[in-house]
């Protein structure tokens, strides 16, 4: 067990990385609108309203129009056209810890596979995968203990068109001048 367990960290490293980075990856999608924001009751977030005043508060319901958060022992309501930004404070270390063992388990299966021990092996490969997932579940737990941030989760389009339409007239002239600003 203890070849099966040295020969195969590497493996188990690079695979842990690669679901860490994909996990990462997926969490960086930033919302347009109410509708889309995924956010569960409970999480804490940071609202900034578009006169700039930022609330603090945890999340109690959110739906297409408006998002409210208690804070301070009363709920705040936000309404999504008036909302600028929701950031998500912090990360759930819970999570880190799951996944990480998971992808123990799963690298231990792959290896007890390649290994051509899935039948034969059984005590080798389930202490194998106590092991891998034991490792998997305190990284994903340090990860995720170490991402104490903010998470951008909605953003408001902040971009604006001004038209501007002037009648030319003059001699032998006539026609419009059209100004278009993209902000």
Known sequence: MAKVLVRNSRTFLFTLALAAGMR??????????????????????????????????????????????????????????DTLSIAQRGDRWWDGTVGGAAVGAVVTVVISIAEDCWNHCIISWSGAMLVYGGIGAGIGTLVDSLMTGKRAVFQADTSSTTWRVTPVLGSGRRGVLVNVRLE
Do not use: M, N, Y
């Open 24 to 81: 990462s990856a997926e969490a960086q999608t930033i919302a347009p609108d109410f509708e889309r924001v995924v956010l569960e009751p409970g999480v804490s977030v940071e609202v900034v309203e578009r006169d700039g005043q930022a609330t603090r508060g945890v999340v109690h319901t959110i739906t297409k129009d408006t998002l409210t958060l208690f804070r301070k022992g009363s709920f705040r309501r936000f309404a999504a056209a």
